[in-house]
């Protein structure tokens, strides 16, 4: 099985829910830097297909369960929730979640490869999950962002600040 199969197997749901589904989209994220990546990743897909949408973060599940338990969503997508974050999930009966977390690979490697697999444009959006320190050494990642432009590799010596003062200091 070779790199992207075993993520597509995890994320064909959100694939599909993405796709075929007519409704707005509700969708909550933690608030993390994995969080984030992957928050941006949905959204910059969700606007190229003109879909509609609505995002919120949270610190912890516990005060979310009100609003969640009251949203007309019958499907949810939760990203990056820690492990009593889904214990709290599972409090509400009447809502179908899918939650994105962190297995084999990261959650923002997850959406970019659903981002990939729905249309090939949305590999400029590769530079997103290197933010997160989980995927800067990630090869397949960095390669995908390089290709696109977005992110350029420059190799030379490292000097601590050597951006923001003169090198003889």
């Given at each position: 099985m070779n790199y992207y199969e075993g993520i597509k197997e995890e994320t064909s749901q959100l694939k599909d829910l993405i796709l075929n589904y007519d409704s707005p989209l509700f969708i909550i994220s933690r608030i993390s830097i994995e969080g984030f990546c992957a928050s941006s990743i949905i959204v910059k897909i969700l606007q190229r297909l003109n879909k509609n949408f609505s995002l919120t973060f949270f610190e912890s599940t516990e005060s979310k369960i009100k609003e969640l338990s009251l949203n007309q969503n019958k499907k949810i997508v939760v990203i990056d929730p820690r492990e009593r974050d889904i214990k709290d999930l599972e409090k509400i009966k009447d809502k179908d979640f899918i939650v994105i977390t962190k297995t084999g690979y990261s959650v923002?490697?997850?959406?970019?490869?659903?981002?990939?697999?729905?249309?090939?444009?949305?590999?400029?959006?590769?530079?997103?999950?290197?933010?997160?320190?989980?995927?800067?050494?990630?090869?397949?990642?960095?390669l995908e962002a390089e290709e696109s432009g977005k992110v350029k590799q420059v190799k030379g010596i490292k000097i601590i600040g050597s951006n923001t003062r003169p090198i003889h200091k």
């Open positions: 923002s490697e997850k959406v970019y490869t659903i981002a990939k697999e729905i249309d090939i444009k949305n590999t400029d959006l590769a530079y997103i999950p290197l933010f997160s320190l989980v995927n800067i050494k990630n090869n397949y990642l960095l």
